[in-house]
């Protein structure tokens, strides 16, 4: 998805923001009082906009409290466009559970593309809720999501927008709490000194507990006038999962030795995920959105132990909804909001004890409808003949294979536990059942990976297509195409290559150029994620606090909207770093030392470092582990803490 051209907002001041935001045009410095923002005045803004539609509200299903309803306002804000913003499952996940608090009202806040931004900003109208359109500062909590590390400045652009200091620091108690939260939170160090607290893992119980935290300290504060925000950390840093950065103290930036602070903050787990009551309903947008569909998470988790995969290691144990919850889900969502696609979404949906249960029941529930049913993520060896009947139904939606890399040695070294022939049966399996179009992802620069790898690649997609044609027959034998997307690898926090740096940015391109000119067969498309941009998503993901720096600098020469690629200047990066004293390439191709403090440690993702260490060092022996909820538990630790378990454990065992 991409946008349009618009003034980037360059030359911005360089100070930083005491008390309110400086340096923008039209900045929440001169943002007008409350009683002049008015929903007439943003409604003027709309005519001189793009998809005005992104910012009207009345959605069908939207959920309205009326003023005198809610004692406490949450604003839940997702750092991009309304069209990615509305189908994040977190989002829709904690709005449904803070609108069931009593009074207590959570509205949605998506941050505005450029025209819009520019708009609000000359007209002096400061960020905005969807619902009833007031003010992001009049409300008690503002949680802004994290979903991706490119996302980062896009942070900075909301705190700004709604006028208040990027800094935690410079927020007082009389302003809203500013929490993160999201998949890219375990190195929080970049992030840290812009949120009054981080939610470390899942939040379902979490958030009731915060906001409960907080009411009380605000009625107290209130009846008192003791408003004394350092006691408010403390309580908030008292709840299991909830990350206080002004309380712990953080490890300093790659090579240099941390300093050693409290406790490490462990992740949350919610173990009431397989009887937790699904929302009853799914919002329906106006306009089109990335995922325009009733999404329904079948299971949480994923034991496969994909080395490079931070999801796998961070979301363990796993946990899976019944059967009967899942279908009564779906039939309901369908029935309420008219969607005519669903997508069973997970890390492994394919892993899911009952999947083919649950595909035979929804098939039979939805015969002659024109309802389709999607699998995000296919597991390889658990996509044959059967599963492809069971997936296709009257409607193909996109079907999505990630062998990850193509040769079988590199497989084993980052644990992608398939063979080629687990691969080509999946792709025959698929083809034969009437898909004629499916998308291949793979990487590019993992660990001990070689230019013989970077051909097998080539090697592999061409015998998939070819697998393909045999599957289909003649007749249909040119319509066939496979796009094949790779991306660099990205070293994440909480993973067994953590330590590994990133190649540089000439290798990287010069293996992209090398499966170019390998000989793709026709039919096949070659598609690659921009380098520069894997390597600032490194820089972000693994860097410590001096990060924080980079993005406000970059934020201030204009950088928002990052992940988009006629919005991504890489050149704004190069010189916010030359700002700030720091060298984007030797961030991200910096290598640690197994003995080295990470900038995360004092983050407890669930899976112990001495697993983590045994997997890097089975990894550059080429050995695999196997998946605990088939084989038997592998001591990673994910289970160790009170009243954790692997809900499948038992289950599976062979």
């Known amino acids: 998805m991409t946008g349009h051209p618009t003034d980037p907002r360059t030359g911005r001041a360089t100070g930083t923001a005491a008390g309110t935001a400086t340096g923008a045009p039209g900045a929440a410095d001169a943002v007008l009082p409350k009683s002049q923002r008015t929903s007439g005045s943003i409604e003027s803004l709309l005519p001189g906009v793009e998809r005005p539609a992104r910012y009207i509200d009345h959605e069908y299903l939207a959920v309205h409290r009326a003023p005198g309803e809610a004692a406490y306002r949450v604003a839940l804000a997702y750092p991009d466009t309304y069209e990615i913003g509305q189908s994040n499952l977190a989002i829709a996940l904690l709005y449904d559970i803070i609108n069931r608090l009593p009074k207590t009202a959570a509205e949605r806040v998506y941050l505005p593309w450029v025209d819009m931004s520019t708009a609000m900003r000359a007209a002096q109208i400061a960020l905005f809720s969807l619902e009833s359109q007031r003010p992001v500062r009049e409300f008690d909590l503002f949680g802004i999501t994290i979903p991706h590390e490119l996302a980062a400045t896009n942070i900075l652009e909301l705190l700004d927008l709604a006028g208040l200091p990027l800094y935690a620091a410079e927020r007082g108690p009389e302003l809203p709490l500013v929490v993160g939260g999201g998949p890219s939170v375990y190195n929080p160090a970049p992030y840290a000194p812009f949120f009054d607290a981080i939610v470390i893992g899942e939040a379902e119980e979490l958030m009731g507990e915060l906001i409960a935290v907080h009411r009380r300290f605000k009625a107290n504060a209130a009846a008192t006038g003791d408003a004394d925000k350092p006691a408010l950390l403390g309580q908030l840093a008292a709840i299991e999962g909830v990350y206080v950065p002004a309380l712990v103290c953080a490890p300093g930036a790659p090579g240099t030795p941390g300093t050693p602070g409290a406790a490490p903050?462990?992740?949350?787990?919610?173990?009431?995920?397989?009887?937790?009551?699904?929302?009853?309903?799914?919002?329906?947008?106006?306009?089109?959105?990335?995922?325009?569909?009733?999404?329904?998470?079948?299971?949480?988790?994923?034991?496969?132990?994909?080395?490079?995969?931070?999801?796998?290691?961070?979301?363990?144990?796993?946990?899976?909804?019944?059967?009967?919850?899942?279908?009564?889900?779906?039939?309901?969502?369908?029935?309420?909001?008219?969607?005519?696609?669903?997508?069973?979404?997970?890390?492994?949906?394919?892993?899911?004890?009952?999947i083919e249960q649950v595909l035979r029941r929804l098939r039979g529930l939805f015969a002659g409808q024109g309802v389709s049913v999607s699998l995000p993520s296919q597991r390889l060896d658990a996509f044959g003949i059967e599963m492809a009947a069971l997936v296709s139904g009257e409607k193909k939606s996109g079907l999505t294979f990630a062998p990850e890399a193509g040769s079988e040695r590199l497989r084993a070294v980052i644990n992608k536990n398939i063979t080629d022939a687990d691969f080509l049966e999946a792709v025959r399996a698929a083809f034969s059942k009437g898909w004629r179009r499916c998308k291949l992802y793979m990487m590019i620069g993992l660990p001990t990976e070689t230019d013989d790898d970077i051909l097998a690649m080539a090697a592999l997609v061409n015998r998939a297509l070819a697998a393909a044609e045999e599957a289909v027959g003649p007749r249909d034998k040119g319509k066939l195409r496979i796009t094949l997307s790779v991306g660099a690898f990205v070293p994440k926090a909480s993973t067994p290559f953590q330590w590994c740096g990133q190649l540089p940015l000439p290798e990287i391109k010069r293996r992209i150029g090398l499966l170019r000119s390998a000989g793709l067969s026709k039919g096949i498309s070659l598609k690659w994620h921009d380098p520069e941009l894997s390597q600032l998503e490194a820089v972000i993901s693994r860097a410590g606090s001096a990060a924080a720096d980079l993005i406000e600098a970059a934020w201030r020469r204009g950088a928002t909207f990052t992940a988009w690629s006629d919005r991504f200047a890489y050149a704004d990066w190069l010189a916010a770093a030359d700002d700030v004293g720091l060298d984007l390439a030797d961030l991200a191709e910096h290598a640690y030392a197994l003995d080295d403090r990470l900038p995360w440690e004092n983050i407890d993702c669930g899976v112990s470092r001495r697993y983590l260490e045994a997997e890097w060092r089975r990894a550059q022996a080429g050995e695999q582990t196997a998946d605990c909820t088939f084989r038997g538990c592998t001591d990673c630790g994910a289970c160790s803490a009170p009243g954790i378990a692997n809900r499948l454990a038992g289950e599976r065992h062979v």
């Open 265 to 354: 903050v462990r992740r949350r787990v919610f173990m009431g995920f397989s009887d937790a009551v699904l929302p009853k309903q799914s919002l329906v947008p106006y306009v089109e959105v990335v995922h325009d569909r009733l999404n329904i998470e079948v299971l949480r988790g994923c034991a496969r132990g994909c080395r490079f995969c931070q999801a796998g290691m961070t979301y363990r144990p796993v946990r899976e909804r019944p059967a009967d919850a899942i279908v009564a889900a779906v039939d309901a969502g369908i029935a309420c909001t008219g969607f005519d696609e669903v997508s069973l979404t997970s890390l492994s949906s394919t892993d899911h004890a009952q």
